[in-house]
T-cell receptor, first 118, second 113 residues
Framework: AQKITQTQPGMFVQEKEAVTLDCTYDTSDPSYGLFWYKQPSSGEMIFLIYQGSYDQQNATEGRYSLNFQKARKSANLVISASQLGDSAMYFCAMREGDSGAGSYQLTFGKGTKLSVIP | NAGVTQTPKFRILKIGQSMTLQCAQDMNHNYMYWYRQDPGMGLKLIYYSVGAGITDKGEVPNGYNVSRSTTEDFPLRLELAAPSQTSVYFC????????????FGSGTRLTVV
């Protein structure tokens, strides 16, 4: 089974509108972290936002917020007031193994390509 | 600037050739990782290291080797390159005491023809 599932290969959003990118995850580890990265056409990986499994409140970073629903194993990214520069690939990722001496590797989903329309 | 430096940025290899992708970080991070990203896909872990002298396989290690003789450097070796190794390779590092402080290099785009 996939550990990170992003079901939207591509999304379109009108400039200045909000958009939600979906991410579901699968883990039996009680301690884990969830990440969203942006990858523009230039190729670099840009960290956007982080949510720890024990964090009580949803994470927010400027126009980005993470809608964390632990019981549903869902960690959707919400981008408010979309801008043309938001057009990029977006990846959800998970880190497991906080409970022991693990690799703390990130496991990535397949990504969602977001296109912002003027 | 502090960070993760990958060289080269681009490379074309012929089938059967070998090469080493270089990765260096100057943040004294214990953890280092090599990922590959195939077109239109997410990143998959090739190898990782939790400190100098310690390496282990990730999800897709076949055809690759790594070494970690120093904290700073984590080179990835490709032996007998195959077209299936055409990909973008990312190196990343993480401090031991940070839950979310991963730093990625800018990537190496490798084409095997």
């Amino acid at each position: 089974a996939q550990k990170i599932t992003q079901t939207q290969p591509g999304m379109f959003v009108q400039e200045k509108e909000a958009v939600t990118l979906d991410c579901t995850y699968d883990t039996s580890d009680p301690s884990y972290g969830l990440f969203w990265y942006k990858q523009p056409s230039s190729g670099e990986m840009i960290f956007l936002i982080y949510q720890g499994s024990y964090d009580q409140q949803n994470a927010t970073e400027g126009r980005y917020s993470l809608n964390f629903q632990k019981a549903r194993k869902s960690a959707n990214l919400v981008i408010s007031a979309s801008q043309l520069g938001d057009s990029a690939m977006y990846f959800c990722a998970m880190r497991e193994g906080d409970s022991g001496a693990g690799s703390y590797q990130l496991t990535f989903g397949k990504g969602t390509k977001l296109s912002v329309i003027p | 600037n502090a960070g993760v430096t990958q060289t080269p940025k681009f490379r074309i290899l012929k089938i059967g050739q070998s090469m080493t992708l270089q990765c260096a970080q100057d943040m004294n991070h214990n953890y280092m990782y090599w990922y590959r990203q195939d077109p239109g896909m997410g990143l998959k872990l090739i190898y990782y290291s939790v400190g100098a002298g310690i390496t282990d396989k990730g999800e897709v290690p076949n055809g690759y080797n790594v070494s970690r003789s120093t904290t700073e450097d984590f080179p990835l070796r490709l032996e007998l390159a195959a077209p299936s190794q055409t990909s973008v390779y990312f190196c990343a590092s993480r401090a031991g005491d940070s839950h979310y402080g991963y730093t990625f290099g800018s990537g190496t785009r490798l084409t095997v023809v």
